[in-house]
């Protein structure tokens, strides 16, 4: 039978290297989960504000429109697609500089054509404030020709 010596043996004096190495790259591992969460954050808020205003210019540009007045309806339902995806753009929240919803008809002047022009601008709050680089705000702008000539 063998016996094993009393010394230190260099497996023994590893065993808290990977504790050691975990506790080195574990910060740099939580901050790269942090900003590929706060990007997919950033990317769904900017594709409601797209997708909002690409809605807004498609129901302004409708000729079914009933008031008549393509710019207040192309705006209103941009307020609509965009509360319904749980982001705020009422007339306060515009009032007090976190969003920006305006809609214009003009005619093209080669075509001659009427088309509507909706620009959607939403404050971006980031999750961890200040670690990685944000735009203040997420902005879009969406033309169609008027269905109605």
Do not use: H
Request: charged share 20%; glycine share 8%; with cysteine.
């Amino acid at each position: 039978m063998t016996r094993r010596s009393t010394s230190t043996s260099p497996r023994k004096s590893r065993s808290g290297g990977a504790a050691i190495e975990f506790g080195l790259i574990f910060p740099v591992l939580i901050a790269i989960l942090g900003s590929v969460v706060e990007y997919g954050l950033m990317f769904n808020e900017y594709l409601s504000v797209v997708s909002a205003t690409r809605d807004g210019a498609r129901w302004g540009a409708n000729w079914t429109v009933d008031s008549g007045d393509s710019e207040a309806e192309a705006i209103t339902r941009v307020r609509d697609s965009l509360d319904l995806v749980s982001l705020s753009c009422t007339e306060a929240d515009e009032s007090d500089g976190n969003c920006s919803v305006t809609a214009v008809l003009d005619v093209l002047p080669t075509y001659g054509y009427n088309y509507i022009e909706v620009r959607t601008a939403m404050r971006y709050d980031p999750i961890f404030g200040g670690l990685l680089p944000y735009p203040e705000y997420m902005t879009y702008q969406s033309s169609m020709v008027l269905a109605d000539q």
